[in-house]
């Protein structure tokens, strides 16, 4: 099994850094960062600036994510 964590803050900085310390104490690894691919001057982000951050975790150890994950909404998914 492979579960992808992600967080996608739109910005660098406290925001980023709070997100990477969430997943980093969910699943005890050191997230990766995400760079913004071009300016985006509505959005106030440069080229190359850091605004996402996101943990891959395999095998038993995602297993028992997805479960304790699931076991807060009582195991029930929102149909779109």
Not at 30 to 36: F, I
């Amino acid at each position: 099994a492979k579960l992808v964590l992600n967080i996608a803050v739109g910005e660098s900085g406290d925001r980023l850094q709070k997100a990477a310390k969430v997943l980093e104490q969910l699943t005890g690894q050191v997230p990766v960062y995400g760079k913004a691919r071009y300016t985006v001057r509505s959005f106030s982000i440069r080229r190359n600036e850091k605004i996402a951050c996101c943990v891959t975790v395999r095998g038993e150890k995602a297993m028992q994510l997805l479960d304790a994950g699931l076991k807060v909404k009582e195991y029930e998914l929102i149909r779109s």
